[in-house]
């Protein structure tokens, strides 16, 4: 049977990867819909080639450019936010792969669980923000979601090793990021060059840098709470520089089941994809006998303190991840903008949250209005030009 894909976010890391995938897949899988928010060349040449039905651009002010670019393409061109939703909700859509980085992805994917879509998620935020209104919506309407998380997807294939009530813990491997080996001094010092260098993975700049604080980390955490209906204390995470290792599930019986595979998002973005069927991909395979040895370590909390504060809002949930995720985002923009140092990331994440008063169970504006809320707060810290920041 075919498969029609909408991909948000075609044009990032994630976005080209899927493509890559999607054509090798054979013309079972057929690119229905793709989004861009501001590279339209790219999102114009993909078009060209995969000659999707719907196509949009989020950032408005780049639609008529696209119209100029597509020329007499047939394909419908939308725009706006709300053009990501509406192709999120096509009808003829069997799956929505969301790849958008940051909280902008929510409202796409929360009309796309409403319609009850299979939904193959990268994009990590909203499912921190708003994990348990994303996983009711989906399971109220028939709907499925794959993880693509390497991560989670690790846990996600583990986990069919055993019963829910049979699992004793989920551990999360992290590479460490590029600051792993760093001191506290070291880290005071650290550069956006030097932060925007992974030494495994290859992803866009705001995944790459939340893996330089171990926000990354943080979020992943709280994913699993949310994917696997898992309480934090049965979360854990382990430093395995390798990368082999993408996660493990721990069972009551002391069994650990582990998913190893090449640091290569193909694979679990083809899973996602193609589940619960595995076919033959374009990832390298692994030969064990080439990595030699495997290492894990407990991670540093002292030094990465964005990791601990990763559990407490796993622990804690409701509005103060809304928070935790706005102020890293406006931080992570700080950054690259130039306006801030590393070090402050976690500090202007602390600030908020302690400005912060949680509150569970709340609708999506009330969410909406937390996020506006913390990014606020981090601007307003900012232009109060505090001498502990900066
Ligand atoms: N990269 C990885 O290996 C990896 C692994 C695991 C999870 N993830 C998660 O997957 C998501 C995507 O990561 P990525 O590394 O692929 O990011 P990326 O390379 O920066 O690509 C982001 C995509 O989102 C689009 N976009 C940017 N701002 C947007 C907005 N405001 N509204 C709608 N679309 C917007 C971009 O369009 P333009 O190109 O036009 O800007 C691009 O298509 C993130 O949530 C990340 O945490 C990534």
Redesign the pocket.
Known sequence: MEKKIAI????????TNALRVIESLGPEYQVFAL?????IE??AQQAKKYKPDFIAV??PRFAQELHDLIGDLDVEILSG?EG?VQIAQLDDIDIVLA????S??LPALLAAAEKGKKLAI????PLVIAGQLLLEKTKKNGGSIIP???EHSAVFQAMQSGKHEEVHKIILTASGGPFRKFSLEDIENATLEQALVHPV???????TI?SATMM?KAFEVIEARWLFDMPSEKLDVLIHPESIIHSLVEFVDGSIIAQMGVPD?CLPIQYALTYPNRVPGISRRLRLEEVGSLTFHKPNMEIFRALRLGFEVARIGGTTAVVFNAANEAAVEEFMAGRIKFVNIVELIEYCLNKHSNKNNVSLEELLETDIWARKQVKKYLQSGNKSII
């Open positions: 948000l976010g075609s044009t990032g890391s994630i976005g989004s861009a928010h501001s590279n790219l999102l989020t950032n936010p990501l790849a958008v980085v940051g902008a992805g990268a994009n990590k935020e693509v998380d390497s993975w290859d992803m866009g700049p705001k995944i939340d990354n998002m």
